[in-house]
């Protein structure tokens, strides 16, 4: 076996501690390459999957969220909806008691105005019949002095026809019977002197003594033939004479006679209807007053009559319009309350749908961060595992680069040692 030279043995050491130092350099950078290589995809792979759990999480958390929201949503809507339901209702509610007090009111008012309406009118008929009464007495009374005064008239007209105008009746002033009614002892008056008038109309002797003297001288005429007859027979003139101073004589005093009775029917029948104008004088004042007195105490019990329907109409006007207040104010305040009730009702209601809802979404992100923990929990422990594996084949690789290394060094060491001793 050729020996070969010291110097050629210690450069082919050299040159073999060369060639294994740039194997160790190159696998040492193939080494730290593979190394950061495997580290940047565990941990990219880490970060993908982080990210993947991530948006998960996300989508889930999203969806949770747009649940919840959409469930708040319609809530929100639906409380809206009933709510505006509700306040229609109680508008409509409240409407229809405000029209139904309205109604009602205006009925009462022209109800109200009616009779009001229907009591002025009774008030005024009143009035008018009581002025119409009052006129009727004054008119009566005036119409039956006035009858008695043209009777009266009659009466001297009657008295110049029978030229007996000296008669002139005193009346007496005796007590007025009647006076409770003073209308009806004035018609009486009235009628009195009518009968009186007529019995005077009646009277033929006042007449008659007028044509007494047509009726004497016939009668004159008659005795004074008989007195001839008997003075033819007897022959003698005295019964001719004394015929004439007889009749002259018998018609004197039965002129005078029936004159005074006839005076006396007269003036009898002149003192009743002088007696019935001053009665009725009296009468007049009496019956005016009393008609005034009547005409004021009707109109007095008119007015209070009025007065009195006035207060009950009103007082019925103002019952209705309190009554129909009334039920308006509890139909308000129960719609109101019946509002108040359904809108507690519905906020009750939106409340537990929102609180289950809320409760849900909480429910679902405990689940999404409990998922999304375990995926980064299992990722965090297979990176930690790659990462382990990965440090472990580099401390391995390391470990084989350095054996190989010590190996190359202790031959060329040896070479050295070998060549040296």
Known sequence: MTTLPLSERQRAALRELVQAAAVRAQAEAETETGFHARNEAAEQQHQE??????ALFEAARYAAERQVQEARQRGNEQFDQD????????????????????????????EFKEARWTITTIYDADKKVAKEQ????????EAAVTRIVHHRQEAFKLLELWQLTDLAPVPLDLPVEGEEAPINALQQCTVSAAGKLAEMKKLRLP???KKFVFLWVPLWLIIKEQAFLLEALQQSG???????????LGGLGLYSWLSQKSRHQVRDLLQGIYQAHNDADRLKPLCLARAKAAYKTQRQESKKKNQEALRQAIHLCRKILRTSLDMREKALQAAQENYTNQLETITHRRRVDLEEAEATRQRQLADCHAVRDAELQLAGQTFARLRDDNN???AQAWARLAGAWKLSMDKFLAVVRDIDG
């Not at 009052?134 to 009374?141: P, Y």
């Open 49 to 54: 999957t982080q990210k993947k759990v991530q």
């Open 83 to 110: 709510q505006i339901l509700f306040t229609q209702e109680m508008s409509v509610a409240q409407a229809k008691a405000r029209h139904q007090y309205t109604v009602a009111k205006e009925k009462a008012e022209s």
């Open 134 to 141: 009052r006129a009727k007495t004054e008119s009566r009374a």
């Open 207 to 209: 007449g008659l003594l």
């Open 238 to 248: 005295i019964w001719a004479r004394g015929a004439t101073v007889l009749a002259l």
């Open 392 to 394: 472990r084949r580099h």
